[in-house]
């Protein structure tokens, strides 16, 4: 069975970096992978996605701060997380999908600052909490 698990998330004051890693148990026909957020109270928000041929979207919020990369040879996505602010508290999930249309969705998502509910993509990972204090 295809599974993610994060990690990486921490504390960190007001400017301060962050990495996270995702390491999926194998990239079986995936075509593109994300990283969302959930602060307590709050929906899911997509942050930024990456797909098999390197395109990356970003969310308005984090744009310039925050970079998703992968590393195929490590088998793993990451979030590099700068200039940190306290409204980047909330719990970090990583996601992937295997079919196009649905890879269009992610970036779509991604691009407008939507909500996604665990439902809308196959494989999501447990989360890493990251809490930025000021």
């Known amino acids: 069975e295809f599974q993610l698990q994060e990690s990486g998330g921490d504390s960190a004051q007001t400017g301060g970096s962050l990495r996270l890693s995702c390491a999926p148990n194998?990239?079986?026909?995936?075509?593109?992978m994300a990283w969302f957020r959930q602060a307590p109270g709050m929906e899911r928000e997509a942050v930024a996605s990456?797909?098999?041929?390197?395109?990356?979207t970003y969310a308005d919020s984090v744009k310039g701060r925050f970079t998703i990369s992968q590393d195929s040879a490590k088998n793993t996505l990451y979030l590099r997380m700068n200039s940190l602010k306290p409204e980047d508290t909330a719990t970090y999930y990583c996601?992937?999908?295997?079919?196009?249309?649905?890879?269009?969705?992610?970036?779509?998502?991604?691009?407008?600052?939507?909500?996604?509910?665990?439902?809308?993509?196959?494989?999501w990972g447990q989360g890493t909490p990251v809490t930025v204090s000021s």
């Open positions: 194998g990239y079986y026909g995936v075509f593109c």
């Open positions: 996601a992937a999908e295997s079919t196009f249309p649905k890879c269009i969705r992610m970036q779509t998502t991604v691009i407008v600052g939507a909500s996604a509910s665990a439902s809308d993509f196959m494989y």
């Open positions: 990456i797909d098999t041929v390197g395109t990356t």
